[in-house]
Each structure stands twice: as C-alpha cells, then as structure tokens.
C-alpha cells in the first residue's frame, strides 16, 4: 500500500463511527440574490451567449413558490419516518444593494426579506422552522471575496453589471465559474463582515448560527479563529474544502480539534444534465456511507429548486426528491433524518 495514500485517507482512518443510520441534507446559497428579472437574462443573453449559461445564471432568490413546492415534498414524508427529512438551509446574509451606486453597498436579510419586496417569503422560512422542514444556519456574507468585489465595481464592466442588477454576472457564466470567488480567502481583507453576518443571521432568524459552509468551498486556516470568536463550532463539508492555494486539511472528521468539529459532505443530488447527480447515484452513496458507519451529508444546492427561471430543472428536482426518499423508506426505514446543528450537538455531547 502506498504510504502516501494512508496519509491522505488519515481524515476517514481517524473519523468517528456512529451506530445510528444518519442523514442529512445540507443546502447552500438560500438568501443569495442573483438574477432578478427576465431583463436581466436578455441582457447576459446578447452579452454573453445563451450557450455560455451555467446553471448558476438562471439561479435566483427562492420565491414563495419554490419553497411551498419543496415543503409538501418534505411534509408528505413527515408521517413515514420517525425522523422525518428536513433541510438544513445555509443562508447568505447580506446582498448588494442597487439603489446606492456610488459604491459597493449590501443590504442584510431583516432589509431584503420583507413584505414589500418579497410578500410572503419570510413567514415561509418561519412555518418551514416550525414544521420541522428546514433549520437554517449560515453560509457568510456576500458569497463572495469582497476585496475583488470592490475592484470590480471600479471597471467598465463592473459598472455595466451593476446597473442591470446583476453585479456578479460573469461569475455564472463558463469560463468563469471561479470569478470573485474566495469569501474566506486570504485575499478578502474584509474579515470583519463574518461577524455582521452572524449578527444579521441571528437577528433575522432569533437564533444563532453554530455551523458554517465557506463559499465556493474556498477556506483559508485564518478564519479558523474568525469562525471560533464567533462561536462557531463546526465546519461543514470538510472534506472539499481548499485553501486558496488549493491544499486540503487533513483533520480527522466528525472529531473536535482545536474548537472546530470537521464534517463532510458524502453525497450529492444535482439533477442537472451537465452534474448527473441523480437519485440513483445519491442512494449509492448514502449505502457506500453506512457501510463504513458514517452519517451520510447530501450536498443539495439551492439553484436545484430554484423554479423562477429554471421551472424545468425545478420540477425535476422535486420528482428526483421524491424518490429519493421513497427508494430511502423501502432500504432504511429505520433512518434518522437530522439538520447539521443537531449533528453538532450530538458530536459536543461524546
């Protein structure tokens, strides 16, 4: 056996095993305002191509009609399992603001979520904590590395984006699916907008976050201290995450080291043509994940629901959700579906 490969695998080696047949399903972006209006998609359409698109460009705020479709998914379910399926939402919490066009400006959830802009959308997320649909915990900032945020809102094309409200555009497009990325990289000098986030994230939603998801899967070791003042305590999807210099952590999983739990992400559904993370391959992993006692994470991004723009790939989704929990019921009755800060205090618990 090569000796590199055991190093490596040291992370899996060193994991801690759990009896119970756990899942979860994590979901990132909710909160995260991209595209706004069908102008908008004219506009990257004559700029850029419709076949320069990724998935991500049709990819919005979740409406009032996203989310009720979603939940009488999950609530059809709520009577099968003893631990029925629940979401765990990972919310950006801050989003430019288009009214101020001096400079960069962002606007927090308590004044982008309201009745005015979005009727409605609000109580949703309340009914689906309430329900037992989603437990929300936090993503970060802007999703982005503020720093490159700034530079670019001082180019041409900057400023173009900006005014058709759709500032971080390019970002969506192929070819440049990695632009601005690196909210957590040692190169967004702004650090000190995490803490509002977490500010903003339990002001909106009366709790505070204890676990977080880097964005884009970029963490630099620095915010390792950032994330525990903050009284963060656990990592999600460790096992993807890169430096900016695009090394791994080799930190053991589901174990606490230096006030930070690691978890991993083992799983995906992406119905999506170009990702072809189907249910079928979702039940494979979730097997490959209780064969070696794990609990199994489903990555389960937000744009896969997102229906304003992408009603298709939404509707999809939903027939692939469905049975996905259905194939789940007929093979582990017994699973217990949990949310990732009901992970957290299991694992500070032993």
Request: aromatic letters at 16%; hydrophobic letters at 35%; proline letters at 4%.
């Amino acid at each position: 056996m090569n000796p590199l490969n055991i190093f490596k695998n040291l992370p899996f080696y060193l994991r801690k095993k759990f009896s119970d047949k756990y899942i979860l399903i994590e979901s990132d972006d909710w909160g995260l305002e991209r595209a706004v209006s069908s102008e908008t998609i004219d506009w990257m359409k004559k700029k850029y191509g419709e076949d320069k698109f990724s998935r991500w460009t049709l990819d919005t705020l979740e409406t009032t009609e996203d989310l009720e479709i979603l939940f009488d998914v999950i609530g059809s379910y709520k009577n099968k399992f003893e631990y029925p399926p629940v979401i765990t939402a990972n919310f950006i919490t801050h989003n430019i603001d288009y009214t101020k066009s001096e400079n960069l400006n962002y606007e927090g959830l308590n004044s982008k979520i309201t009745n005015n802009k979005y009727p409605g959308l609000k109580e949703l997320y309340i009914k689906g904590i309430k329900s037992g649909y989603i437990f929300p915990q936090l993503h970060g900032y802007s999703h982005f590395d503020l720093t490159l945020m700034d530079k670019y809102f001082e180019t041409e094309e900057g400023k173009e984006a900006f005014g058709k409200k759709f500032f971080t555009s390019r970002s969506t497009i192929k070819g440049n699916l990695s632009f601005l990325h690196g909210e957590m990289s040692h190169s967004n000098f702004q650090t000190n907008r995490f803490e509002e986030a977490c500010s903003e994230f339990e002001n909106f939603f009366g709790f505070s976050s204890k676990s977080v998801i880097p964005p884009t899967f970029i963490f630099d070791k620095e915010f390792e201290k950032i994330l525990i003042k903050n009284k963060i305590t656990l990592l999600q999807s460790s096992n993807r995450l890169l430096s900016t210099n695009k090394k791994r952590y080799r930190y053991p999983y589901f174990r606490i080291k230096g006030g930070l739990i690691r978890s991993v992400r083992n799983a995906r559904l992406d119905p999506q043509p170009e990702y072809k993370f189907y249910y079928k391959q979702c039940i494979e992993s979730i097997d490959n994940a209780f064969k070696v006692r794990n609990p199994a994470v489903i990555d389960f991004h937000r744009v896969n629901f997102s229906g304003k723009f992408a009603p298709e790939y939404r509707d999809r989704t939903i027939s692939e959700l469905k049975n996905l929990f259905d194939e789940i019921y007929v093979r582990w009755p017994e699973a217990k579906f949990i949310h990732t800060q009901k992970l957290n205090e299991l694992l500070w618990q032993h």
